[in-house]
């Protein structure tokens, strides 16, 4: 039956203690619509979850991982989670926006909160449930 649910690679890219994010795009037939959330994205037929992240890390913000890391493993009853970690070792000004409304790095306490102000949104934006459970986990872990 697990084979009947979506699987998705996503990636805690963290630098200097603030953690690369993207406003998804505002629509509302997507999953956490105008939400802040990890980057990554759904595996193809036959993909392992480290291929789709390498994949949907370099489409999204034509980033090439250096090195990345398993983090966990986040299912629930509509998709099942894999969750890596990464340094992001680049600025913000040398990656491309492919998909979303926005990326920003955010602070502790931002996620925290649960809410991140974006510029091109012109608001505070609230951080997808199960994402701010991730980075919350991620954040107060043994690291």
Not at 34 to 39: A, E, I, R, S, Y
Not at 132 to 138: A, P, T
Request: hydrophobic content about 45%.
């Amino acid at each position: 039956m697990n084979d009947q649910i979506p699987q998705v690679a996503i990636v805690i890219l963290y630098q200097d203690n603030k953690y690369l994010m993207q406003l998804r795009d505002n629509i509302p037939t997507i999953a956490a619509a105008g939400c802040w959330g990890l980057f990554g994205g759904h595996l193809e037929a036959d993909e392992t979850p480290e291929i789709a992240l390498v994949r949907e890390v370099k489409e999204e913000i034509g980033y090439e991982l250096p090195y990345f890391a398993k983090f966990g493993i986040y299912p629930d009853e509509r998709v099942i989670r894999h969750v890596f970690e990464a340094p992001l070792l680049v600025g913000l000004e040398q990656l491309v926006l492919n998909e979303g409304w926005d990326m920003g790095l955010l602070t502790r306490e931002d996620i925290e909160r649960g809410s991140c102000y974006s510029a091109i949104a012109g608001e505070f934006r609230p951080l997808g449930i199960p994402h701010q459970k991730i980075m919350l986990d991620f954040i107060v872990g043994d690291r």
